[in-house]
């Protein structure tokens, strides 16, 4: 319970103080100086009146009675905190965070904040867990607190123990919480929400996105990016420096990338070549490629793939001119440009598009394959 709620319902609840009288003010008098002041300790001041006393005493009951109404209603709660040994607290695979990702470094600023406050004062939320021999909770919210914890304990610190609430939620009402808090990090990853997201739709909302977004409060159309961005293959993602390096807005366009069958093949070449490249850059103490540099050399894996384009079929004329060329030619159809101004005549041109035809049958574009 938050201390200012804690303080205002020992108050409500509190026994009856006695009641302060204020003091009389002081008399007001004229010294005389043929009449001397009488020494000796002053009047003792008038007791209350009972009847005074029986009605605040009435008004203090009502309190209490409205306070434990209001305790009994739900509206005030007492929410216990309960120290724990992280070693006995297991993370509820619904977070989006990545345990086996966090790190002394990632973690840095909030293990030193704990050290100097002289323990955990954000509690983590956790619930309850049955069949597990080696738990008896799990972290809803609180995954860097928990790891923190941990780190200190097997560094010098092995009396910290890690604060926690405990709350009764199922596993969509969780999932709700977890996300609500991870928002709020900027530690969190694209990837690593998108991915949660991912794996929550079918979990918890039956592959329904609409009903997924109304829940959490969100865009429809973001969350379907994310979504986008949760499907990138493996091979993609470990080309980046980091999985916390892959963001929205490229990963998006990185995904729609791959949806080109075409294109799909050069990617994933790229995006393994990177990833030794990366490797190496790391075990040798190199700068790893940023995430701006990584992305720009996997959407242009295709276009360097295919090479130079080739120059476009010209036919010319004996001065020189072109007068047709072929500017493409696929399964759909071929392009035929004809030249204005290259003199040639209606029978050049077509004797220019009969061998222009010949060319293109040659090469296996013809329109009759």
Request: net charge positive; charged share 25%; hydrophobic share 40%.
């Amino acid at each position: 319970m938050a201390r200012k709620q804690s303080d205002y319902l020992a108050g409500l609840l509190a026994d009856d103080e006695p009641l302060a009288t204020p003091p009389p003010p002081a008399p007001t008098t004229t010294p005389q100086p043929d009449r001397p002041q009488a020494d000796g300790p002053p009047a003792p001041l008038p007791a209350p009146l009972p009847a005074t006393r029986e009605r605040l005493r009435g008004t203090t009951l009502l309190g209490r009675e409205s306070a434990l109404a209001r305790v009994a209603s739900g509206e005030v709660r007492q929410v216990t905190q309960l120290l724990l040994d992280p070693a006995r607290v297991r993370i509820w695979p619904g977070n989006a965070r990545s345990y086996a990702h966090l790190s002394e470094e990632s973690c840095r600023e909030l293990i030193d904040s704990i050290v100097a406050e002289g323990g955990q004062k954000v509690p983590a939320v956790v619930r309850r867990v049955d069949g597990d021999p080696a738990h008896d909770y799990e972290v809803i919210a609180g995954t860097r607190r928990h790891w923190s914890i941990s780190w200190l304990r097997a560094h010098s610190y092995p009396d910290m123990m890690f604060v926690a609430q405990v709350a009764a939620l199922d596993d969509e009402a969780a999932f709700r919480l977890a996300d609500l808090e991870n928002r709020a990090r900027k530690d969190v990853s694209d990837l690593e929400r998108a991915r949660n997201y991912a794996a929550a739709l079918k979990s918890h909302y039956g592959n329904h996105l609409t009903r997924m977004a109304e829940r959490l409060k969100l865009s429809k159309g973001w969350l379907s990016k994310m979504l986008k961005v949760a499907a990138l293959p493996d091979a993609v993602v470990q080309a980046f420096a980091s999985p916390a390096d892959v963001q929205l807005k490229p990963g998006y366009a990185l995904a729609q990338a791959l949806d080109d069958k075409a294109a799909a093949p050069a990617i994933l070449a790229k995006a393994r070549a990177l990833t030794r490249d990366q490797k190496s850059r790391r075990d040798n103490g190199l700068a790893q490629w940023n995430a701006a540099e990584v992305v720009r050399q996997l959407l242009e894996a295709p276009r360097a793939a295919a090479g130079p384009a080739a120059e476009p079929w010209t036919w010319t004329t004996n001065h020189g001119r072109p007068a047709l060329t072929i500017q493409s030619a696929n399964r759909r159809g071929v392009t035929i440009r004809l030249h204005a101004g290259s003199g040639a005549s209606h029978d050049d041109l077509a004797a220019a598009l009969r061998q222009a035809l010949d060319h293109l049958e040659i090469e296996g574009r013809g329109l009759q394959r």
